[in-house]
């Protein structure tokens, strides 16, 4: 997951030594292990079924 607001962590730097001025974004990657790594399916309701797992 990636969270990007970047009007709330912008900044803008002068430096005298470059005559253009810089701005800086601070990017927040967040790891979160408990999600799932296989994208979501309509389906996955009748495979987790009980009637589903009978068939097989």
Do not use: V, W
Request: aromatic share 12%.
């Amino acid at each position: 997951m990636l969270i990007f607001l970047p009007e709330d962590n912008r900044e803008f730097n002068y430096n005298s030594q470059f005559s253009n001025p810089k701005s800086e974004i601070k990017i927040e990657l967040e790891f979160c292990p408990d999600l799932t790594i296989e994208p979501e399916s309509p389906l996955d309701d009748i495979r987790y079924s009980e009637s589903y797992k009978k068939l097989l």
